[in-house]
């Protein structure tokens, strides 16, 4: 069964350094998504991509975030100066959408858990 | 506004046993989804379900079960013969066409089965 892959499982990363978290979409699946869980708490979105470009992004993602589809199968997340608050554990998420469009269901990757020191 | 409320932070319960899981939701669209993720202790999030506000039949798959009562906006989960893998995180979500169908999570109620 086709799934959301996630690079790397873990990260550890010093305040201030950029880091780039890597996902691999079902292969047919339109939408893209990122979100972020602090630990212990809800799922929060991030943002969502379509057609190459950003769709939809939430108060969090500010400008040291970004994303972007390098190829036909990766999507990434870079975090440019990564803070204290930033450790969280980070989903990627895709649907197909090719009939129900944007309320199609998403799938989730396993998450790259982000500890920022 | 729209909300996703699980009120439940832990439940415990021993093998075998049945357990229901509460979700109520609040939104003012009459066009929406639910859903339900599980998270297991190794952290990724499992889809178990999605059901549409037009559909309120009531579902079930092997053990688990979900009621849908638009009456209450409750979207209940319940699992029957509860196993120790059935301990997880467990996810209601919301989504509507305000928010771009962007799935608004719970808090999450954690299970724990215990042998």
């Known amino acids: 069964e086709p799934e959301v892959t996630q690079t790397p499982s873990h990260q550890v990363t010093q305040m201030g350094q950029e880091v780039i978290l890597r996902c691999v979409p079902i292969?047919?699946?339109?939408?893209f998504y990122w979100y972020r869980q602090i630990l212990g708490q809800k799922v929060e979105f991030l943002v969502s991509?379509?057609?190459?470009?950003?769709?939809?992004k939430s108060e969090i993602f500010d400008d040291q975030f970004s994303v972007e589809r390098p190829d036909g199968s990766n999507f990434t997340l870079k975090i440019r100066s990564t803070k204290l608050e930033d450790s969280a554990m980070y989903f990627c998420?895709?649907?197909?959408?090719?009939?129900?469009?944007?309320?199609?269901?998403?799938?989730f990757g396993p998450g790259t858990r982000l500890t920022v020191l | 506004a729209q909300k996703v409320t699980q009120a439940q932070t832990e439940i415990s319960v021993v093998e075998k046993e049945d357990v229901t899981l509460d979700c109520v939701y609040e939104t003012r669209d009459t066009t929406y989804y639910l859903f339900w993720y599980k998270q297991p202790p190794s952290g990724e999030l499992v889809f178990l379900i999605r059901?549409?506000?037009?559909?309120?039949q009531n579902e079930i798959s092997g053990r688990y079960s979900w009621n849908f009562q638009k009456s209450t906006s409750s979207f209940n989960f319940t699992i029957t013969a509860s196993q120790v893998v059935d301990s997880a995180v467990y996810f209601c979500?919301?989504?509507?066409?305000?928010?771009?169908?962007?799935?608004?999570f719970g808090r999450g109620t954690s299970l724990i089965v215990h042998p």
């Open positions: 059901r549409n506000s037009f559909d309120e």
């Open positions: 991509f379509y057609n190459n470009e950003i769709s939809e």
């Open positions: 979500a919301l989504s509507w066409p305000g928010g771009s169908y962007i799935p608004t």
């Open positions: 998420a895709s649907s197909w959408g090719g009939v129900a469009g944007v309320t199609d269901t998403q799938y």
């Open positions: 292969s047919n699946h339109l939408y």
